[in-house]
């Protein structure tokens, strides 16, 4: 990790560790990577939920390895399990949710969305 991916480079505070933000994006990541290369031609996956757990504190310049296991598919909703392990402890750990959606579709209704803005 480095000093971009410290608390006091993405405003979330002052100290030169790992940043919460930064762990979440990692852990979001992760879990979008686990099911790329299963979605249909067309779809990816979006975020809607996150409950996280930072347990301690990184230096910069230490590795971080993220895991994360999907534990349920219910639909278009997939329920995921991330752990986040520096070099030394678990470092984090978080419940996330992802919901497949058809990419087109998605950009469209952000389309619609920014068009309402530009009218109103």
Same mark, same amino acid.
């Given at each position: ?21 930064? !762990? !979440?994006?990692?852990? #979001?990541?992760?879990?979008?990577? $686990?099911? &790329?290369?299963?979605?249909? /031609? ?6 809607? /939920? ?14 971080? /390895?993220? /895991?994360?296991? !999907? $534990? @349920?598919?219910?639909? &278009? ?5 991330? *752990?986040?392990?520096? *070099?030394? *402890? !678990? $470092?984090?750990?978080?419940?996330? *949710? &992802?919901?497949?959606?058809? #990419? ?9 969305? &920014? @068009? ?5």
């Amino acid at each position: 990790m480095s000093e971009a991916d410290t608390a006091a480079a993405a405003g979330s505070g002052l100290v030169a560790g790992l940043a919460t933000p930064t !762990l !979440l994006a990692w852990m #979001e990541q992760v879990a979008f990577e $686990v099911t &790329r290369p299963h979605l249909p /031609r067309g779809h990816t996956t979006v975020g809607t /939920r996150v409950n996280l757990e930072h347990l301690a504190g990184t230096p910069t310049g230490m590795r971080v /390895r993220v /895991r994360a296991e !999907l $534990v @349920a598919v219910d639909g &278009r909703r997939l329920r995921f399990r991330a *752990e986040a392990w520096d *070099e030394v *402890e !678990l $470092v984090g750990r978080a419940e996330h *949710e &992802r919901f497949i959606v058809d #990419e087109e579709r998605f950009a469209r209704g952000l389309e619609r969305k &920014r @068009a309402a803005t530009t009218t109103s």
